[in-house]
């Protein structure tokens, strides 16, 4: 079992391809378990939801196989997107903030292979995330992009580094940033230079970091070498959930493969290949599809992400 730590969220998404009329299930964790529960895994899912979307919060459970410990809030979460090119850059708009999880519970974490934290309004708190790891010591992956954002009086997102953030990455086994929130976190511009973010996040002391790059592939970074991953090419639909779904991917083939960090990474970039070629949670994923496309990848020798350090 694994258990996924962020509140969910019920999102307006506009891309240049799709405009859903409703409100689509979504959130870090959420997106994480969505995966998670296809490729067979038993998932469980922390989170505060509100009355305004229970009922259909979990019907939602029930559809697509995801156990969850509900936390009672005074409104759900969720967020109005807009994406204005085809390289996941969007505007970001809050329209529902969940309550914080507050109160940790051993008993979410008994017999859990790993633990994924991943919010999306700082709503696990620093000082939260300590309290697990002192509970828990199995595999802890963190998704940073929840720990990172503030919202401003017109409910506008913005990021931010925030005093402690070190320290709280220290806790994790896996720090996995995109290329914005890598450059947030360092100062590094990750399109020019993946490979100093990931060098300055592992000196606070996450055994493994990973910097995704969009259609450029990701880089991963266990203190002695650095792996590059492909991306696996597909006609992008809707970004919405990339980063989540690849830290569902990277968990279970880390699990299954012993700690192979490359076939970890291959098996991740296929496994966002499948949400982004669609939108929203009803999409259609199994070990079986991720697999062939993992073997393309697996395929490629000495592939190089395209940043400016490598002479891109």
Known sequence: MITAIGNPVYDLIKTK??????????????????????????????????DDFKEQFEADL??????????????????????????????????????????IDKNWFENAEAVLVGPILGEVSFDAIKEIRSIYDGLFFCDPQGLIRGAD???????????????????????????????????????????????????????????????????????DNFIDIPPYEIDLLDSTGAGD?????????????????RKSGCFASCTSSVMIENSGPDFSMDEQTIRGRQETLLAIDGYKVKVGCNGF
Not at 22 to 45: D, I, M, P, W, Y
Not at 205 to 210: A, L, N
Not at 245 to 261: C, N, P, Q, V, W
Request: net charge negative.
């Open 62 to 103: 029930k559809k697509y196989g995801i156990s969850c410990i509900t936390i009672p809030s005074n409104e759900t979460g969720g967020f109005a997107l807009d994406y204005y090119d085809d390289f996941g850059n969007r505007t970001l708009d809050l329209i529902g903030r969940a309550d914080n999880i507050e109160k």
């Open 153 to 223: 009086e017109k409910g506008r997102i913005y990021h931010e580094k925030v005093e402690g953030i070190e320290s709280a990455l220290s806790q994790f086994d896996i720090v996995k940033p995109n290329e914005v929130e890598g450059k947030i976190l360092t100062g590094i511009d990750c399109r020019e230079d993946p490979y100093k973010a990931a060098e300055i996040i592992h000196s606070w002391g996450p055994k493994i970091v990973i910097v995704t790059l969009a259609e450029l592939g990701s880089v991963i970074y266990d203190g």
């Open 245 to 261: 779904t690849y830290m569902a991917g990277f968990t279970f083939e880390y699990l299954k493969s012993g700690g192979d960090l």
């Open 17 to 50: 391809k799709v405009k859903p009329e409703s409100r689509v299930f979504s959130g870090c964790s959420t997106n994480a378990a969505l995966a998670l529960s296809r490729l067979g895994k038993e998932v469980q899912l922390v989170g505060a939801v509100g």
